[in-house]
């Protein structure tokens, strides 16, 4: 069955430290996944996306994400994290351009 | 661009009412918009694909006499969670697809249910 993984419930970080959010997906031959955050009480804002091309993608507030097709992986990392990127973080896919398929989401929790 | 808006963004009830949450695109025409609900501190649940025009697909163990979904144009989708109970209690997350890029889904901001 198509699946999205997101192995890490909770991430605790301090400020200015390095993360990485971890992203698995089932395999499949054509696929397009995205990073999602969501602060409390809001929806999901789209943080970035993988489409076709370059594997390596990157968002504006420095945030990246390395599309691993031999490991299936689809990892979320920022060399030095902010208080302001508190916050879930939802890895999805889709398959066939049809329904978004969500991971359970991982909490970033940046301490000062 | 690719802006959805929700409406309410947070509304009460009582048990037994009825409630409607719109859904918006507001500068793109949306073919299909989908319904998600979250609980608390869990990932979204597809409840159901609407196509402007037709019926809406439910996912399963969705009730659609419950979760009414109608998609009367390309901008405006609404639920409505007929017969409110407690247990419907939940944030409601609409998202739409731009009919240009069909493998990108725009969130709007979400609803607040509470039924007392």
């Known amino acids: 069955a198509q699946s999205v993984t997101q192995l890490d419930s909770q991430v605790p970080v301090f400020e200015e430290a390095p993360v990485e959010l971890r992203c698995n997906y089932s395999s499949s031959v054509s696929v397009y996944l995205f990073w999602y955050v969501q602060y409390p009480n809001q929806g999901l804002q789209l943080l970035l996306k993988?489409?076709?091309?370059?594997?390596l993608v990157e968002s504006i507030n420095g945030f990246e994400a390395e599309f691993n097709k031999s490991q299936t992986s689809f990892h979320l990392r920022k060399p030095s994290v902010h208080i302001s990127d508190t916050a879930e973080y939802f890895c999805?896919?889709?398959?066939?351009?049809?329904?978004?398929?969500f991971g359970t989401g991982t909490r970033l929790q940046v301490f000062p | 661009g690719a802006v959805v808006s929700q409406h309410p963004s947070w509304v009460i009830c009582k048990s037994g009412t009825s409630v409607k949450i719109e859904c918006r695109s507001l500068?793109?025409?949306?073919?299909?918009m989908f319904w998600y609900r979250q609980f608390p501190k869990q990932s979204l649940m597809l409840m159901a694909t609407s196509n402007e025009g037709s019926k809406a697909t439910y996912e399963q163990g969705v009730e659609k006499d419950k979760f009414l979904i109608n998609h009367a144009s390309l901008t405006l989708s609404t639920l409505t969670v007929t017969s409110a109970h407690p247990e419907d209690s939940s944030f409601y997350i609409c998202?739409?697809?731009?009919?240009?890029?069909?493998?990108?889904?725009?969130f709007g901001p979400g609803t607040r249910l509470t039924v007392t």
């Open positions: 998202s739409a697809r731009d009919r240009g890029r069909s493998y990108e889904q725009y």
């Open positions: 500068d793109f025409q949306a073919t299909t």
């Open positions: 999805a896919v889709t398959y066939n351009t049809d329904k978004l398929i």
């Open positions: 993988y489409l076709s091309g370059s594997t």
